[in-house]
């Protein structure tokens, strides 16, 4: 499992290919949201919570960009291999099995990320409302899915693999 998380041509294959344009999209709306003028690491300064990490694809380039990471997931063994990968990549981040509903953490983040993950939650709105618990005042939550039809998914992957060319 942790190859298949971080091989762009396996299972992971669509997040790989999106993962470059979804990056590009936080990092220019959080540096408008926030005013930042720095382009060397421009989340340099702010916290994320990454909810439904998985192998990490997402919570590394946010810490290569300077942010404070702290990735949750519920699977155990999503949150093994990202911690093992970034620990390869000499990347510090907080890495935590859990779920918004039962993380135990003070603290609240200048960011959240809810991507790619309200599809596998049976209430969509009190998932919401708890990840929202974690947000900052004048912070940013980022929420993205994919619709379940088959025209959704021909799209994005063949839209991913046309915009990347």
Known sequence: MASEWWNPEGKFKSLHKFNPI?????????????????????????????????????????RKLGASVTGIDASKTNIDIANIHSKKSKLKINYICASPENLKINQKFDIILNM??????????????????????DGLMYVATLNKTLKSYLFAIIGAEYILR
């Not at 926030?34 to 990490?56: H, R, T, V």
């Not at 993950?117 to 005042?137: A, C, G, R």
Request: hydrophobic fraction near 35%; charged fraction near 30%.
């Open 22 to 62: 979804r990056i590009k999209y936080i990092r220019d709306n959080t540096v408008k949201h926030f005013k930042i003028k720095s382009q060397k690491q421009p989340l340099k300064n702010l916290s994320i919570l990454d909810i439904g990490c998985g192998g990490g694809l997402l919570s590394e380039p946010m």
């Open 116 to 137: 790619e993950i309200v599809e596998h939650v049976e209430d969509v709105n009190y998932f919401i409302n708890k990840s929202s618990e974690f947000l900052k005042k």
